[in-house]
T-cell receptor, first 112, second 115 residues
Framework: EDQVTQSPEALRLQEGESSSLNCSYTVSGLRGLFWYRQDPGKGPEFLFTLYSAGEEKEKERLKATLTKKESFLHITAPKPEDSATYLCAVGNYGGATNKLIFGTGTLLAVQP | DAGVIQSPRHEVTEMGQEVTLRCKPISGHDYLFWYRQTMMRGLELLIYFNNNVPIDDSGMPEDRFSAKMPNASFSTLKIQPSEPRDSAVYFC?????????????FGSGTRLTVV
């Protein structure tokens, strides 16, 4: 069964303390690994798409990397405004349908 | 563009009542998705449309749920009759394609509480 698992469930960092979030997946027909940010009371906001192992993408203090079994979202010198839930999703394009399968997210809190 | 617009933002209803959630996608986006989010199960795809045609409704929990897209600028998700286990945040999203190449744009969601 296709599955996406994110860890940790919650992470508390001090401002400037770098860390990484993990997304591991098992899917029969991977066609992309996606990262989203979700703020309280809002819908998820698209950050990155990664397509092949070894690929990396960056946006401000965030860098996403991809291997054959997992992805990492590295946060360098985070600021309080980086506090949010970060969601990982995989594209499953097997069969007659194409869909994104989401993990349950990592809740990140950055304290000043 | 104002983004994906959902209404209402909050809905509280009694068990057994009919609930209708509404969505206006971004103009020019050919794909529209309905997701449900709960703490236990995260984001689950309920149904998606391409050019107003339902393509995959395998995520719709049961016959109490139905979705329509009468035109390119409007979609509804209806629950009849509603049950307490339907309480969740329901998101609508739209995209230029369904492979996420351009990212899905989500609305702000409708928080449904069934008492």
């Amino acid at each position: 069964e296709d599955q996406v698992t994110q860890s940790p469930e919650a992470l508390r960092l001090q401002e400037g303390e770098s860390s990484s979030l993990n997304c591991s997946y098992t899917v029969s027909g991977l066609r992309g690994l996606f990262w989203y940010r979700q703020d309280p009371g809002k819908g998820p906001e698209f950050l990155f798409t990664l397509y092949s192992a070894g690929e990396e993408k960056e946006k401000e203090r965030l860098k996403a990397t991809l291997t054959k079994k997992e992805s990492f979202l590295h946060i360098t010198a985070p600021k309080p405004e980086d506090s949010a839930t970060y969601l990982c999703a995989v594209g499953n394009y097997g069969g007659a349908t194409n869909k994104l399968i989401f993990g349950t997210g990592t809740l990140l809190a950055v304290q000043p | 563009d104002a983004g994906v617009i959902q209404s209402p933002r909050h809905e509280v209803t009694e068990m057994g009542q009919e609930v209708t959630l509404r969505c206006k996608p971004i103009s020019g986006h050919d794909y529209l998705f309905w997701y449900r989010q709960t703490m236990m199960r995260g984001l689950e795809l309920l149904i998606y449309f391409n050019n107003n045609v339902p393509i995959d409704d395998s995520g719709m929990p049961e016959d109490r749920f139905s979705a329509k897209m009468p035109n390119a600028s409007f979609s509804t998700l209806k629950i009849q009759p509603s049950e307490p286990r339907d309480s969740a945040v329901y998101f609508c999203a739209s995209s230029l394609d369904n492979r996420g190449n351009y990212g899905y744009t989500f609305g702000s969601g409708t928080r449904l509480t069934v008492v």
